[in-house]
């Protein structure tokens, strides 16, 4: 029987160099509060991302997003306009700022926000709408980001984007995410290619946000240490930014070799009728998204499953269908219904032999030939 193959599999820095972080973190008897380890993790960051950014490091992606959302967002208006096809932080966000997500659909090609529905909506919803929550989906670039840009800028809309699994994907144009919109946000949660374990960061031109934020992350405090803002904890520890430091240093390498994973997914499954998403092979990969045709998916699932291969469904059921979110107001959401019953998410690993992938590979043709 055939070992069981889990969907991701977080690789962490080696025992004795956290060991050696834990000790430096015990001398300088300093464990939180933006303290040595904090500075040298987000300068580090900056030198990698260039495009003279602003980093802010924080708890997680989520909570990242809930602040962002309080410093750009309109906080008069009422509506956050967001793709249904995407996991759903980026709404909860929505919600717990005050705001009402409103869902417009995706491009059936590339999967990402669909301009021509978010016009759509905003021709009912233009006037009370806060802000734009686009998404860099599965953390690929999107190919349109200066159309959305524009776009933002001649409606007067805010515009911020979820990439969270995106450190270190480019956009077509070859630049690394982070340097577009109002900010991007990324998560470093362990399934994430720069999995530390819990952590978010955000990135951003703009120095003021970038000061805004880190003030909303430590209860909003001003200068005198007094609230003078809605702010909340969303301060990272000296210990997630040593393991952020960890793996940083090794990160060219792990792109390297999940790329190299997701090109042998790419060259071994030559299925005419499987179809695979235009530029995610400049992604960070967090894991191998297919699509095949809705009634042999059930087939190719069962079959993964049947050969101890956990894969996923991303982004199945859409936002639309889970339960708070089944009455938020809508577009036309007729590909982002046809997509997800189309999507198949594959395992990726930083160290997955190719015979490991053959196998999956194998397993997958194997259903849709049966
Ligand atoms: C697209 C997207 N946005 C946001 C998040 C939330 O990230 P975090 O777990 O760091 O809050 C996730 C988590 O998987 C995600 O996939």
Redesign the pocket.
């Known amino acids: 029987m055939p070992k069981p193959i889990p969907f991701i599999k977080p690789e962490f820095p080696q025992i004795e160099e956290v060991a050696k972080d834990l000790e430096l973190i015990y001398n300088n008897n300093y464990y939180s509060n933006n303290g040595p380890i904090y500075y040298k993790f987000i300068n580090a960051m900056e030198s990698y991302l260039g495009q003279g950014l602003h980093v802010v490091a924080l708890n997680?992606?989520?909570t990242a997003m809930m602040l962002v959302m309080k410093a750009c967002f309109k906080s008069d208006k009422k509506y956050v306009a967001l793709p249904s096809f995407?996991?759903p932080?980026?709404p909860l966000a929505t919600q717990w700022c005050g705001y009402v997500p409103l869902f417009f659909d995706i491009d059936k090609n590339t999967l990402q926000p669909s301009q021509a529905s978010f016009k759509q909506i905003y021709r009912k919803y233009g006037k009370d709408m806060a802000g734009i929550l686009l998404?860099n989906e599965y953390g690929i670039g999107n190919d349109q980001i200066d159309e959305w840009e524009s776009l933002s800028k001649d409606l007067d809309i805010p515009l911020i984007i979820?990439s969270?699994?995106g450190i270190g994907s480019t956009y077509p144009d070859g630049k690394l995410l982070g340097a577009r919109g109002s900010c991007e946000i990324f998560?470093m949660?362990a399934?994430k290619p720069f999995g530390i374990g819990?952590g978010?960061l955000i990135t951003t031109k703009d120095k003021g946000l970038a000061e805004s934020i880190e003030s909303l992350k430590n209860f909003g405090f001003d200068d005198h240490k007094l609230a003078d803002k809605e702010g909340l904890n969303a301060k990272i520890t000296e210990l997630d930014c040593a393991i952020g430091l960890r793996i940083l240093k090794n990160y060219e390498t792990i792109l390297r070799k999940r790329r190299n994973v997701y090109a042998s997914y790419e060259r071994l499954l030559i299925n005419k009728r499987v179809r695979f998403i235009p530029f995610a092979d400049k992604a960070s990969i967090q894991f191998a998204t297919i699509l095949v045709a809705a009634d042999e998916r059930s087939k190719i699932l069962r079959n993964l499953k049947d050969n101890k291969i956990e894969a996923r469904t991303y982004y199945a059921p859409p936002l639309h269908y889970q339960p708070l979110f089944k009455d938020s107001p809508r577009g036309d959401l007729k590909n982002t219904e046809e997509i997800s019953k189309q999507v198949i998410s594959l395992p990726v690993h930083n160290d997955m032999a190719t015979e490991t992938i053959e196998f999956i590979c194998r397993v997958v043709e194997e259903a849709m030939h049966g």
């Open positions: 997680n992606a989520t995407t996991f932080a980026g998404i979820d969270a699994p998560s949660h399934t819990e978010g």
